[in-house]
């Protein structure tokens, strides 16, 4: 079984989505590597022909996985907490929330964790890295701009800000070790 649950409706039509998102799961759970035709068929519970229905080979769904995972990282995460608050401190507070605040947060950040290891030794993963990264840090620049930085200090606060996000979502804490509310209030220039 999938990290979300999932389990495939068998009176509903496999469609390539539904394919991608199964590879998801797999990439979260076992790396690039782990992302196989034959397993996949067998989560899906569907012959490999229905593949190959949809993607050409492999090469072919690696680039439907990355083309998903930057149309969800670019445009979902920021215009879900933009709709909550206009305030830009409120938005970035919100985002420090999300890395351990749902099931679907924890799976997008083992997601997000295998592609960064997937990039390291593929040039189409690294790029689509280097996109997310570049709108993420342009995006939290803005905000902090909005709060009344110079562009040069947003941009450095903007990238302290991403940096503690991410290690938020990949470092285990307990009760004893969590400094996020702290660090919020550092990163917010909060007293």
């Known amino acids: 079984m999938s990290i979300t649950g999932a389990r495939r409706n068998p009176e509903s039509p496999l469609d390539a989505a539904a394919w991608v998102e199964a590879a998801l799961d797999m990439l979260a759970e076992g790396g690039i590597d782990a992302v196989r035709v034959d397993p996949l ?17 492999r090469a072919a769904l690696h680039t439907a996985m990355l083309k998903e995972w930057r149309k969800r990282q670019s445009y979902r995460i920021g215009s879900r907490i933009e709709s909550q608050t206009p305030a830009p401190d409120e938005r970035l507070k919100q985002t420090l929330a999300l890395p351990n605040s749902s099931l679907r947060a924890k799976r997008a950040g083992a997601i997000e964790l295998a592609i960064r290891l997937w990039a390291r030794r593929d040039a189409e993963a690294a790029k689509a890295v280097r996109h997310i990264d570049r709108v993420r840090l342009n995006y939290y620049a803005r905000l902090y ?16 800000f991403y940096a503690a996000l991410m290690a938020q979502a990949f470092i285990v804490t307990d009760d004893a070790t969590d400094v996020s509310a702290d660090l919020a209030k550092m990163l917010l220039g909060e007293p």
């Open 41 to 57: 068929a067998k989560r899906l519970g569907v012959t490999r022909g229905s593949f190959y229905w949809h993607f050409t080979d």
């Open 145 to 160: 701009g909005e709060m009344g930085l110079a562009p040069a200090d947003a941009r450095k606060r903007a990238f302290m």
